[in-house]
């Protein structure tokens, strides 16, 4: 039987196997990365493979434009599961053609179910951020 899953619910398990990713990269365990993403979802995925390797990819340049805009904060103090959320935002915002609004609203679903209030904030904030700078330098 084929599963189906909504764009949502794949986002979930991105976030799921970025957080996994980072606990491991933070206690220098080894991993691998298509074994941390059968263990999520049963069925191959291009989105799910594609996003989580598209974050990995660009982790770092993700995590200095998510550094750029938090203001007094940095996304390293941040818990793994908000990191995974911001990276994803930043990721599909700059990475993909998913329509900025999505992007965005998607990130903030995500943060309203794992994240307190004061973080869900932040990842607005920087998001939103994130997002008129890429309108700036399209215009």
Same mark, same amino acid.
């Given at each position: 039987m084929q599963m189906k899953y909504s764009r949502s619910e794949l986002r979930? !398990? /991105?976030?799921?196997?970025?957080?996994q990713i980072f606990m491991y990269e933070n206690n220098k365990i080894n991993y691998d990365i298509n074994e941390i993403i059968?263990?999520?979802i049963e069925i191959e995925n291009d989105f799910v493979i594609n996003t989580v390797r598209g974050v990995l990819d660009n982790?770092? !340049? /993700?995590?200095d434009i998510a550094n750029k805009y938090l203001i007094d904060w940095s996304i390293n103090r941040l818990g793994k599961i908000?990191?995974?959320i911001i990276c994803i935002g930043i990721y599909e915002l700059l990475y993909t053609d998913t329509p900025s609004i999505v992007c965005i609203n998607e990130a903030i679903e995500?943060?309203?179910k794992y994240s307190d209030d004061k973080v869900r904030k932040m990842i607005n904030g920087v998001l939103d951020k994130?997002?008129?700078s890429k309108e700036e330098k399209n215009n």
């Open positions: 979930e !398990k /991105i976030m799921t196997i970025l957080y059968k263990e999520q982790k770092d !340049k /993700i995590f908000d990191q995974a995500l943060a309203k994130v997002y008129q």
